[in-house]
Structure formats: C-alpha cells, structure tokens
C-alpha cells in the first residue's frame, strides 16, 4: 500500500442532513493536494473522520490503509493542523511540542528541530499567548511535523494570513510534497490553492464533484476571443461561416467562441475586414470554480468556519494527545 490518504463511500449524517455523502477519492503521495469546496461543502467533517474526531455515518476513511484509531503510533503517521488555537496560550511553544513528543516517545532534539524548520527557534521560549496568527500557525505545522508523518493535513492554512505567512506555508508545503509526502489542504478559495497544490479535490454538499489537476483544470476553460472591428456584422457572418459562435459585448465588441485569434485574423484580413483588437481570453481558475459550485452553494448564516456547534466544540490540533480527548468528547449520537 503507498502512503496516503483513502475514502470509501464516506458518508456523514447529521440528523435529516447529510454533510458528507458518500465521498470516494484517493490523495497520492509527492504531490500538493487542495481539497476544495464552498462555505459548509463538508471539509472540515471529512477531515474531522479521517482524523477519528468524527464517526463515520458510513464508508471509511484510511490513513496508509488504516482507520486512525487503528493506527499504534499516529504522531508518526499523519500530521494534521486543524486549529491554529490549539495550544495552551500560557505555554511557551518549546513546552507545547516537547509536551506533544513525550506523550509520543518523541524526544526533545526532534522539538528544537521542528521549531528550526519553522522559523520559530527565536520565539521558542515566549508564551504561545503572545503568539501573532502567522506564528500560531507555524507552531501547528511544527507540532505536525514532530512524528515526521508521511501524510500531512492542513484545514484552512492560511486563513488570515498575510502575505508572507501565505508564500512561507506555499513553500513549506511544496517542500513537503517534494520529499514525497501526501499532503492535502482544505481550503474555500480557488485564488489561494492555484499557485499552490499539484491537484484540485472540489466538493459541493458534500459530495464530489471533481479530481483533477490545477494544469488540467485551466486548460478546460473554453477560451474566447474578444474582437473589435468597425464592421461587427460583416464579421459576425464571416467568422459564423467559420463556425465560431459570435456574441457581443455591451460595448459593441465581438466575442467568438470556438476559432483562435489566429483565424479570426486570417478570416478577416482576407475578407478586407478591418480589426482594431483581437484579445484571447480565458477563464480564470476562479471562474471555472465558482462554475463549478455555484449550484452547490448553501446560503447560511455567516459563521467563522472554526465555530462548530457545540457537539463538535472539542479542541482538535496536531496533537494525538488532544485528538485522543476530542475523540473521547465526541460523539454526538
Ligand atoms: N455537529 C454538526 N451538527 C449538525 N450539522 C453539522 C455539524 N457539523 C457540521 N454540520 C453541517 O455539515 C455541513 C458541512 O460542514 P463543514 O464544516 O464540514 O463544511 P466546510 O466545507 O468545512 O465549511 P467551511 O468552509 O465553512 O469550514 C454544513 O452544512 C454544516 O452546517
């Protein structure tokens, strides 16, 4: 079995609603994964299951091939930020992680380590309290790193952050997919995952609605073709006879769909149709994804995405220890 992350038929109900419904997909090891949806698409449950924090409806979700609860040393198997909070504020960061390692035979070196890969080692000894959000952030990283997993998962990384916090976490990321890692984030904006993951997971209410890479996805947009010409209807006709599809915007120009501007041109001059501006577009990732989720999309109340209801308020972080009591604090029914 590769090392990586597996869902059968994952389903979850939640009374007469179904978060997560019947989701199936593998994430492979040595590449960024985005795990995509709207606002309540059911991310953070998936996660949550793979993570044991929630009981599956039915299906099953598999870390290397096992349940999480199956697994003897998860520290060492799966690392996962959820919640750039976890931490107890009166902690420094050095008694955060050494707290996390001990409680998985992890010894101290390893903490000093984690701390150094993320740029914290100056801040290890301050109360996490005192901590910005970027550096929460990265203390969550470091505590998924302490087992030095195979498989890392990350709920909404960079919300909140800045700019630099974002490009730290992009190469952070990148790096631990290029010493073959599986790594998935979950996230609700297209702009950020574009530059960031190898492949795109999209769901919509739960289920999935596509496995595909960023490279793929751009190249499915139908592209167009913007023209101006002071003879739009001349041309309409000519490129018709091309068989492009021609529409027009509000300001008089042209759009055609299905010739290249290659051909546009060609057709034109040799028609002595004068062209102003011939401008290929494309859609953006963006556009191609709220494409694809517009019909999925649920219009809630607006709540931060960490604001679970009550039954699902357990602290959830990188840590096994505090993984191990949400479990326990779990279940709803
Ligand atoms: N404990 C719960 N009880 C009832 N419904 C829940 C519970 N937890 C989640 N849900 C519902 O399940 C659906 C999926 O929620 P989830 O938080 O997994 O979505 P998400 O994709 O992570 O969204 P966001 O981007 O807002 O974090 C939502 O409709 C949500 O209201």
């Known amino acids: 079995m590769g090392r990586m992350i597996e869902l059968l038929e994952l389903t979850k109900r939640y009374g007469p609603a179904t978060a997560v419904d019947r989701l199936s997909f593998e994430v492979r090891p040595g590449a960024v994964t985005g795990f995509l949806g709207p606002n309540g698409a059911g991310k953070s ?3 949550r299951m793979l993570l044991g924090l929630h009981r599956p409806t039915s299906g099953q979700a598999l870390i290397n091939g096992r349940r999480y609860d199956r697994i003897r040393r998860p520290l060492h198997e799966v690392g996962a930020v959820l919640d750039a909070d976890a931490a107890h504020p009166g902690r420094s960061a050095f008694t955060h992680l050494a707290c996390l390692a001990r409680g998985n035979g992890i010894g101290k070196a390893r903490v000093s380590a984690v ?3 993320v740029g914290l080692e100056s801040a290890a000894h301050q109360r996490v309290g005192g901590f910005s959000l970027g550096m929460r952030q990265r203390l969550g990283i470091a505590g998924a790193l302490l087992g030095d997993p195979a498989v890392v998962l990350l709920d909404e990384p960079v919300n909140g952050l800045d700019a630099a ?3 730290w976490i992009r190469s952070t990321l990148r790096s631990l997919a290029a010493e073959g890692r599986t790594v998935l984030l979950s996230s609700h904006l297209m702009s950020e995952m574009a530059v960031t993951v190898d492949r795109v997971l999209i769901i919509g209410r739960g289920r999935l609605l596509e496995d595909t890479s960023v490279d793929e996805m751009r190249q499915r947009f139908e592209q167009d073709v913007l023209v101006r010409t002071p003879r739009p209807a001349d041309l309409t006709a000519v490129l018709a006879r091309l068989g492009a599809t021609v529409g027009t915007t509000g300001d008089g120009a042209l759009i055609a769909v299905g010739v290249d501007a290659a051909a546009i041109g060609d057709a034109a001059a040799a028609a002595g149709i004068p062209i102003h501006a011939l401008t ?5 990732l963006e556009d191609v994804y709220l494409q694809m989720t517009s019909s999925t999309t ?4 607006a709540a931060p995405s960490s604001a679970l209801s009550p039954t699902d308020s357990a602290p959830a972080s990188a840590s096994v220890s505090a993984s191990a009591s949400a ?7």
């Open 327 to 333: 479990s326990a604090s779990e279940e709803n029914h």
């Open 115 to 117: 701390l150094q890969q």
């Open 45 to 47: 449950t998936t996660m």
């Open 280 to 284: 290929p577009r494309s859609a953006t």
């Open 298 to 301: 649920t219009y809630r109340a």
């Open 165 to 167: 916090g974002i490009r």
